[in-house]
């Protein structure tokens, strides 16, 4: 069997010797950017993308029912759903919920299994940020499991590190406390039914036992340690992540088991000794050793600290559907924005995939996101003005600036205020329940760093800190970073609808956007929805130094292969720089909420984009 024996025999040192390859691309979205192929001399050599079969002139197959370019249908049941973006974990969510555990027992053992199964993008490393249906409240609520930065850390020190003006994408400095733990901890407080030690044990058995690598996971597992391992990654050492996730020297591509037994330990001291045992415990003082060992600044004492917040979403109101975005330091107020300058326009007149409505979907984006780049930040730091960036007289403003069939070419922040690796799951039980949840570890696998025997990589959330004086997200220790991660949630009439997400770091708001005007203008169903052919639009204003040098003037539009010609070249007329298409789409997973007569029916929906899928029954 040909394997990546890139790695193998090769200590930690040997392998910064390998060749300067860049860093993975500014990305929370796989497929995006990444290391290109290695040079043809490396032993095990096989060109990156060699397992990918591609004929422009072959098309999908032809589907009798819906959506010609659906990929199947949505999959429904009237007790419970979940859809997640590996199929072992979306099987974990089931069998919870079939063994009488809630929405919320069913997420955090998929969000545990996930950080074993899917490590490019999860793990306990990470943040996570949770919206839900609360039946008995019969509301949406929010949690926010975002940690901070080192208190040791000062702005000095961060700005003596910075390049380009950013904070490094890899390294120590980069790392901001996990709160991923603590965020499973909380809801499970309020809404968990099954015994927590009883959450762990799949993932254990999972870890210890090991698991055939799919083939999207596989591929970025050798990517991310290729950049983690070049010379000047930043990475104050690479033996303990070459160690668990490259053991023997190989890192494991597609049909490869992958074992990760220094995880499963982890977990079972989590399982006996709850969130304590990380943050206060034998768990904090080995990541607080182990972060004095290599000269960084998290101590057990910003562990400690740490702790997630409940919170009330955001909501807007669009053509009859309330819209749900995540409150607090996160991008999900871009989605209800652009939603709001959308409603001033007839998309469904325009028509479905047209470039009268691309056209004015990005031009949104554009406006949305001067502001995202503005103003959203840590509000316990900074006074954000939400109220004003999210009501209908702001949008009403922002739309007169665009135009169907012109490019506004002085896009700038209202007067009031790009991408990394992510997974996002959704979970609905028999009582009505419905889980929107989505974690990261920020770009690819984090900051490459992995903790004495732990077996999971820490964060590099903290390199979307700005370093811009008077920037209301301007590093400061002790304080939480724009976070690009958002779940989705959207009711109707008081009731639950969607509970859905796009992972992709910039991607996120964009292909909420996108999902939306599929299912409420155009009427798609929650399957052809995700399957529609996405753009991408790169090169906003950031405040993080996330855009790559010679950025054209109004960005680049990335337009996947569905994408109907006519469009393509109308927009492209319109002076749109058109960018090859790399993968940079997100990757979607929905469950819909709707009734038949007295009888609760769940339409559970993934893509093509990821390895997962979605069951229901």
Known sequence: ???????????????????ATPALANTESPGQGGAP????????????????????????????????FATRSAAMGCNGAAGTAQPVATQIAIAILRRGGSAVDAAVATNAALGFLEPTSSGLG????????????????????????????????????????ALPPHGAVSVSVPGALDAWWTLHQRYGRLPWRELFQPAIGLARSGVPVPQIIGNYIYRNLRAFTKPGSGVEETANAMHTYAPGGNAPRE??????????????????????????????????????????????????????????PLQTDYRGVTVHGMAANTQGL???????MLEHFDL??????????LQVQIEAKRLAYEDRARYYADPH??????????????????????????????????????????????????????????????????????ADGLGFMFQDRGQLFSLRDGHPNLY??????????????????????????????????????????????????????????????????????????????????????????????????????????????????????RMSGQDRVYAAASEMRADGCALAY
């Open 476 to 593: 400061q220790p002790g304080k939480r970073p724009f976070q690009t991660i958002i779940p989705g949630f959207a009711t109707r009439g008081g009731q639950p609808w969607m509970s859905f997400g796009v992972m992709g770091g910039d991607m996120q708001p964009m292909g909420q956007q996108q999902i939306l005007v599929n299912r409420i203008d155009y009427g798609l169903d929650v399957q052809a929805a995700g399957d529609s052919p996405r753009w991408h639009h790169e090169g906003s204003s950031q405040s993080m130094g996330e855009d790559a040098p010679g950025m054209p003037a109004d960005g680049l539009l990335r337009l996947e292969s569905g994408v109907p010609d006519a469009t393509r070249s109308a927009l492209a007329g319109l002076g749109w720089t058109l960018a090859p298409s790399d993968g940079g789409y997100g990757r979607y997973e929905c469950i819909e909420h």
């Open 255 to 312: 049909g490869d088991v992958f074992r990760n037994p220094d995880l499963a330990h982890t977990y079972s001291l989590i399982a006996e000794g709850g969130r304590d045992v990380f943050y206060d415990g034998e768990i904090a003082e080995i990541i607080a050793r182990y972060f004095k060992r290599i000269g960084g600044w998290m101590t057990r004492d910003d562990l400690r600290r740490h702790h997630s917040e409940w919170n009330t």
């Open 126 to 165: 990470g943040d996570c940020y949770a919206m839900l249906w609360d039946p008995d409240r019969r509301a949406v609520v929010g949690l926010a499991g975002s940690g901070a930065s080192p208190r040791g850390l000062s702005l000095e020190t961060v700005r003596s590190r910075a390049k380009d003006g």
């Open 381 to 450: 730091f900074a006074k954000i003005p939400v109220e004003w960036l999210i009501s209908k007289d702001y949008a009403a403003e922002r739309a007169k600036l665009i135009r169907p069939g012109k490019i506004n070419a002085d896009i700038r922040p209202g007067n009031a205020p790009s991408h990394g690796d992510t997974t996002y799951f959704t979970v609905a039980d028999p009582n009505g329940m419905m889980v929107s949840m989505i974690q990261s570890n920020f770009r690819g696998m984090g900051s490459g760093l992995v």
């Open 37 to 68: 192929p290695p040079p043809a001399t490396l032993p095990g050599f096989q060109p990156e993308g060699a397992d990918r079969f591609v004929r422009p002139d072959v098309h999908a197959g032809d589907r009798p029912f819906g959506a010609s």
């Open 348 to 357: 469904r007149g325009m028509g479905f995939q047209s470039a009268a409505s």
């Open 334 to 340: 871009a989605t209800l924005q652009m939603m709001n």
């Open 1 to 19: 069997m040909h394997r990546r024996s890139l790695f193998a025999a090769l200590p930690a040192a040997a392998l910064l010797k390998l060749g």
